[in-house]
């Protein structure tokens, strides 16, 4: 099992920027693409975006395109989202995932995902 502690959120305006952090350990050998999802108060859960193991490959929602890059450092086994003209729309905790698999087919589906971290709230006021 993959523990996973996500930090950076916090309060920012709108137009503002906030980077993400996701902190993996344990299974340090195992490799895996990552994700990132966000969950609003009474919504559900949606896909944010993700990025395969070697990094060369990533996947967007269509509400974040443009804004958010998701990067990793595998050598700090850390994945990182860049959040850009942040909208008051983006507020939700963000939660990072391992996914099942190095690469990102099928990114969207959160039931490829096999380990959470506990989610960093972001909030942006308009």
């Known amino acids: 099992q993959v523990q996973l502690i996500e930090s950076g959120g916090g309060l920012v305006q709108a137009g503002g920027s906030l980077r993400l952090s996701c902190a993996a350990s344990?299974?340090?050998?195992?490799?895996?693409?990552m994700g990132w999802f966000r969950q609003a108060p009474g919504k559900e859960r949606e896909f944010v975006a993700a990025?395969?193991?070697?990094?060369?490959?990533?996947s967007y929602a269509d509400s974040v395109k443009g804004r958010f890059t998701i990067s990793r450092d595998n050598a700090k086994n850390t994945v990182y989202l860049q959040m850009n003209s942040l909208k008051s729309e983006d507020t939700a905790v963000y939660y990072c995932?391992?996914?099942?698999?190095?690469?990102?087919?099928?990114?969207?589906?959160?039931?490829?995902?096999?380990?959470w971290g506990q989610g960093t709230q972001v909030t942006v006021s308009s």
């Open positions: 990025i395969s193991w070697s990094g060369f490959s990533t």
């Open positions: 344990g299974r340090s050998s195992s490799r895996f693409a």
């Open positions: 995932a391992t996914k099942m698999g190095v690469s990102t087919v099928e990114a969207y589906n959160a039931s490829l995902y096999n380990s």
